[in-house]
């Protein structure tokens, strides 16, 4: 784990790690960066509003549709619902979370059982 996957679970940041993280990062800069080849070497230039360094300090809520687009793309379904009790729970395949407050708990705990699950198979 490097220094700033360390900081980042310090802060209880949403944060890939192993190879969920390489996987992730990589379909990163394929489908959200453009590289241009020129005269003066590589140029990195983003399609989306923030490069991968500035991705991992965006606010949760802003990385889980990014983090959701990758699941779909390696055959993972996250799924944020609300029950008709009070609160928020996910889905990820055919395992289902408990019930958290908010939407924003049960983000993170879907991220979470999303890369455990990526990183055991």
């Known amino acids: 784990m490097n220094q700033q996957e360390i900081k980042m679970e310090e802060k209880g940041k949403m ?7 390489e ?7 394929s489908t959200q960066c453009l590289i241009i080849k020129g005269g003066q070497g590589v140029a990195i230039i983003n399609k ?5 360094n500035r991705f991992y300090y965006l606010p949760d809520s802003m990385k889980f549709g990014v983090y959701q687009d990758f ?3 390696v055959g993972f379904r996250i799924v944020i619902a609300t029950p008709k ?8 395949g055919a ?10 708990e049960a ?3 879907a991220i979470e059982k999303f890369n455990e699950i990526f990183n055991t198979n």
Do not use: C, H, M, P
Not at 15 to 21: E, I, M, N, P
Not at 48 to 52: A, C, D, E, N, R
Not at 85 to 92: P, Q, T
């Open 15 to 21: 944060v890939l790690s192993g190879q969920a993280k």
């Open 48 to 52: 989306g509003v923030v490069g991968l």
């Open 85 to 92: 009790r009070n609160g928020f729970y996910w889905e990820i």
């Open 71 to 73: 699941a779909d793309s």
């Open 23 to 29: 996987k992730f990062e990589k379909w990163y800069f």
């Open 95 to 104: 395992e289902e979370s408990i019930v958290f407050k908010t939407r924003s």
């Open 107 to 109: 983000r993170k705990a």
